[in-house]
Structure formats: C-alpha cells, structure tokens
C-alpha cells in the first residue's frame, strides 16, 4: 500500500490526490445573483445531495484572496443575497458550463458570455438556467468556513424538471435520469465522465434477507 499523512502534502498534491479519487462528481451549476443584480454562474463538484428531508445540499466553495473580499462571487452573492439555484449539468451543455469557470471579474454575466438562456425563478431571485435538466432553487442555510473552504449549506426550495426526462405514475414522479445523459467530474483539471452508459443495478437487500442468503454467493 502507498500511505500518505495527508497532513504533510502540499495543498496542489491534496486536491491532485483526492480528486483523483474521490469520483465522479456530480456538477452543480450554481446561478446567483448580487446586491446590483448581476447575475453570476459558476460550476462547483465539491457539491452533492446531503439529505432529503428536508432536502439539504452542499457546496464546498474555494476563498480566493486575489477577489474582492477573498471570496468566489458565488461565495460572495451567496453571502449576500442568502439565495442560490443549482442547474444540474448534462452533456449537452457541459462545454458551456465549462466556459463559465474562467475568472470572470464580478460584473461578468457568464450565462451570457457561455450562450446559456436565463429564466426567472418562482421563489428565489436568481435566475434558473433553461439549458438544464433540473434546477433546484435553494434558500441558505448556513456556512461553514474550514481553512480556505467555505462549505455552504442550502435548502431546496423549488424544483423544475424538464418535462421529457419526467412521468408521472401511481401518484408519484418518475425521472429518466438514463435519458438525461449526466456528465460528472473526474479527476481534479479538466476531466469529465459520461455517466448514463454505465448504468447498473445492485438491489439492496434487508438485513433478513441478507441472514437469508447467507452463504449463497453474491
Ligand atoms: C467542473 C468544474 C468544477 C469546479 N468545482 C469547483 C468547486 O467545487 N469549488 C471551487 O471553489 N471551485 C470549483 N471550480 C472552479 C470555479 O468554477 C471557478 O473558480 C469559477 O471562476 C468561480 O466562479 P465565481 O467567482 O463566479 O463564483 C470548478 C470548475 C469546474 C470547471
């Protein structure tokens, strides 16, 4: 075994090393807005679903002392206005997206400079992003600020789901995340992973079932 006292390693070696390994990432294309009403939007894969009731998220947020006020402007907006949407990001935009990582200065609108189409929201101020499979609109919730890392913490608020990627049957959604095609974050610089080919099933079994089956190979 290679063994590493993580403590020891460089910052760039850390995020090369856990980046490597923890994956994929899933992708949340965070739209803000600030105190002047400029829009913001930024992709974050220090990002993931962290419960569903309520239903929380979290995004692990970079500082960045060469901003104004040391912060990413998504940190900042976030901040600020306690509101954010996370579009969820799939193949068909991921070069986009992609384009709106570049170090913009605040005033930028990258949803613009990317092509991507704006749509207002129904409970939050920042705008959704049309282009998406699924927006979720998130309220603050709290900050965690750990070293150089902010891991802000939302509640989500409201959902749009594009219509062809959604049934409804027995009373209740069903997402065809298969046809949504989406695209993770691999590796830490500019890797991505197709995700929807290599889809596989492994049901979980009870705990009786399992003392069932022992000695039966899995
Ligand atoms: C796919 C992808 C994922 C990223 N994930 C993160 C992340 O989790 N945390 C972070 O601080 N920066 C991340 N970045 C970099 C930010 O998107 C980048 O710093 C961006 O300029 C921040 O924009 P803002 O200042 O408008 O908020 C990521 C970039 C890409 C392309």
């Not at 949340?28 to 400029?38: H, K, L, P, R, S």
């Not at 609108?109 to 049309?130: M, Q």
């Not at 219509?163 to 590796?187: A, K, N, S």
Request: charged share 25%; with cysteine.
């Amino acid at each position: 075994m290679t063994e590493i006292d993580v403590a020891k390693m460089t910052s760039s070696s850390r995020y090369a090393v856990l980046t490597s390994l923890v994956v994929p990432r899933p992708i949340a294309f965070v739209t803000t807005i600030n105190e002047d009403g400029v829009v913001n939007a930024a992709p974050f894969s220090y990002f993931n679903l962290m419960g569903n009731d309520p239903p929380v998220v979290a995004i692990g947020i970079g500082k960045d002392e060469s901003r104004k006020y040391g912060l990413k402007d998504t940190g900042y907006n976030i901040q600020k206005t306690r509101e954010f949407v996370i579009n969820m990001v799939n193949e068909d935009i991921i070069e986009k997206v992609n384009l709106t990582a570049i170090d913009f200065p605040p005033e930028v609108d990258e949803s613009e400079i990317a092509g991507l189409t704006k749509l207002p929201s129904a409970k939050v101020k920042p705008p959704r992003i049309k282009e998406s499979a699924s927006n979720f609109e998130c309220r603050h919730l709290s900050t965690i600020e750990i070293g150089n890392v902010r891991v802000v913490i939302g509640e989500i608020i409201y959902l749009h789901l594009d219509e062809q990627y959604v049934t409804f049957q027995d009373g209740d959604h069903h997402i065809l995340t298969e046809l949504i095609l989406p695209v993770g974050r691999m590796h830490g610089k500019d890797f991505y992973t197709r995700s929807a080919a290599s889809l596989f099933r492994i049901a979980r079994q009870s705990y009786n079932e399992w003392k069932n089956n022992l000695g039966k190979k899995i």
